[in-house]
């Protein structure tokens, strides 16, 4: 699994993409988007609580991002609702396995209950590993996703806000050797 703090992060981006970000009353909607980017590792509540873990994890599958995205909006009704769309509730929700997808150790079931479990066989995410502040392998698997992931969310940003003009292709230009770089060594750790 990738960390809560890179799935935070794909809340926050599908924010900026999405919601109407300069307008102070939308800015609550924010925290669905991270809710709902993070929301599908809850059941981890069910294990740690009672001892259940569902086989296959359910909660990174479309229909569950369906579920919990209409539920939002329902929940979010009125003027809030108004300044991000249920597409955008539904990325953000999705964020998660796809996420998870791209670490490429475990199997996610995208497409319960019709199917089978999707996996990739290159990681390009690191696992975020043991939940563990004195684990180093948690921080240095941090430092290779952001590495990772905030070239992709600052290029989806610049692109949603239509920021298309020669300073941003210079700044991507600049940031991708470093990307590069970070993919590199996601893909060299053994899975």
């Given at each position: 699994?990738?960390?809560?703090?890179?799935?935070?992060?794909?809340?926050?981006?599908?924010?900026?993409?999405?919601?109407?970000?300069?307008?102070?009353?939308?800015?609550?909607?924010l925290v669905p988007c991270m809710i709902l980017a993070i929301c599908a590792d809850f059941d981890y509540f069910a294990v740690w609580a009672f001892g259940y873990a569902a086989d296959p994890r359910f909660t990174h599958s479309v229909v569950f991002a369906l579920a919990v995205s209409v539920v939002a909006r329902v929940a979010m009704r009125g003027a809030i609702a108004a300044r991000i769309s249920i597409t955008g509730l539904l990325t953000a929700s999705l964020s998660h396995p796809v996420l998870d997808l791209l670490v490429g150790a475990h199997a996610v079931p995208?497409?319960?209950?019709?199917?089978?479990?999707?996996?990739?066989?290159?990681?390009?995410?690191?696992s975020a590993g043991t939940l563990d502040p004195a684990n180093y392998y948690l921080w240095r698997n941090l430092l290779i996703e952001?590495?990772?992931?905030?070239?992709?969310?600052?290029?989806?940003?610049?692109?949603?806000?239509?920021?298309?003009?020669?300073?941003?292709?210079?700044?991507?230009?600049?940031?991708?050797?470093?990307?590069?770089?970070?993919?590199?060594?996601s893909i060299s750790l053994p899975r």
């Open positions: 699994m990738s960390s809560i703090v890179g799935h935070a992060a794909a809340g926050i981006t599908v924010f900026l993409c999405c919601a109407r970000w300069r307008d102070p009353r939308s800015r609550w909607v995208l497409l319960w209950p019709l199917g089978a479990e999707t996996s990739i066989s290159i990681g390009v995410l690191p952001l590495g990772v992931l905030l070239p992709v969310f600052a290029l989806l940003i610049a692109l949603a806000r239509r920021a298309t003009g020669r300073g941003t292709a210079m700044r991507a230009i600049l940031i991708a050797p470093l990307w590069l770089a970070f993919v590199a060594w």
